[in-house]
């Protein structure tokens, strides 16, 4: 089947910009994603946009794509290349067309290639992304057929040498070049490089050799994770093809915001309510920390807003695994009711505050704001 244009693919045209080009593949590889698309053949379709982006979003190998269209494959655009860029041509087919060389029998054949990647997103109480905690999850993903044990076939007597390329599965093709008409071996397209050719196929995988299910993973959430951070879980992507390794598993983390608790990098910030007298005459208060309530001396005389420091009381760092500081900040709360009882002690303390031999805060600052109203 002949190769669609790499533009047609992504839907954009030839004086595309890079952005639009990532906007398209963007857009195209969310819809057609196997993991989540209805779409039918979205897998070949998901292949085919993967293709194309990797092409038209390389300035270089655009380049040449628009120059020698989908024959660019077989030159080399890349600096370094031997004999002038031509470092992925295939020199062996044109001696073996000229000169009748022989070519050893698995070039051209499937190379084992790894499986793609799964990312999944875990969300996490504020707690125990300080303490870390083990966790299964369900990851859906594509293994091994179960039926056919990866061979895609009903029977092992179902599977025959291909027709096409004689079990070496590699065709030759010609086609014209800028050195001519050439002949090049390229992966059989009846047998896809397996060498083998399936009469019936398995009725699980449909040939295919994988089947989606639902795998088990055991999740360990490592100390002081924090929002938008991730772990990698390798081998516990999708099954990888003509025998490679599976693809990796990628876990971000989302927290949830404390009602008690902020955190700023590995310091945690809590609020911390004391009444009037409290911060006048001081106390000694408890203040609740992620690892339990700790006795806070505040000193008398305390002002709003003051912070305070409880070392080694934060979040550990996911690297190092040292803790962070706790800051706590003081709320002098202003009572909203008072009783007669309370207002005559607040009425005479504002008599002895003002009988105090120095001008008090108040008048310090009516002192200043009218001096310089007055110029």
Not at 30 to 50: G, L, R, Y
Not at 186 to 205: D, L
Not at 212 to 234: A, C, F, H, M, S
Request: charged fraction near 30%; aromatic fraction near 8%; include cysteine.
């Amino acid at each position: 089947m002949e190769k669609r244009d790499y533009y047609d693919v992504l839907g954009v045209g030839k004086s595309a910009t890079d952005d639009d080009i990532k906007k398209a593949y963007r857009t195209l590889a969310k819809k057609f994603h196997p993991d989540v698309s209805t779409e039918k053949d979205a897998e070949a379709k998901f292949k085919e946009i993967q293709e194309a982006y990797e092409v038209l979003s390389d300035s270089e190998k655009r380049s040449q794509y628009d120059r020698f269209g989908h024959q660019a494959n077989n030159f080399g655009g890349g600096p370094g290349g031997g004999f002038g860029g031509f470092e992925n041509f295939d020199f062996g087919d044109i001696f073996s067309a000229f000169f009748g060389g022989q070519r050893t029998q698995d070039q051209g054949r499937a190379r084992p290639r790894k499986g793609s990647d799964i990312q999944r997103r875990m969300t996490i109480a504020f707690e125990e992304a300080i303490f870390g905690k083990k966790e299964k999850i369900k990851v859906p993903t594509y293994d091994e057929c179960h039926s056919c044990h990866g061979s895609g076939a009903r029977s092992q007597s179902d599977i025959h040498t291909c027709s096409r390329c004689k079990g070496s599965g590699s065709v030759i093709v010609e086609q014209q070049t800028l050195l001519g008409r050439t002949q090049t071996r390229t992966v059989c397209p009846v047998c896809r490089g397996t060498g083998k050719e399936i009469v019936n196929k398995c009725s699980t995988c449909g040939g295919e050799g994988v089947v989606k299910v639902n795998k088990d993973v055991e999740i360990k959430v490592p100390e002081g994770i924090e929002t938008g951070q991730q772990i990698r879980l390798e081998g516990f992507g999708n099954k990888g093809s003509f025998g490679g390794p599976n693809g990796d598993l990628y876990i971000v983390f989302e927290v949830k915001p404390s009602e008690v608790f902020v955190r700023e990098g590995d310091d945690i910030i809590v609020s911390v309510p004391i009444s009037f007298s409290q911060a006048a005459l001081g106390a000694d208060i408890e203040v609740p920390t992620v690892y339990g309530p700790v006795i806070l001396k505040v000193p008398a005389g305390t002002q709003p807003n003051s912070k305070f420091r409880i070392k080694e009381k934060g979040a550990p760092n996911v690297r190092t695994k040292y803790k962070g500081d706790e800051h706590v900040i003081i709320n002098v709360i202003t009572p909203s009711k008072l009783s007669p009882e309370q207002r005559r002690l607040f009425e005479e303390l504002e008599k002895l505050s003002g009988d105090v031999g120095s001008q008090n805060a108040w008048d310090k600052f009516k002192s200043n704001f009218g001096s310089k109203t007055k110029k």
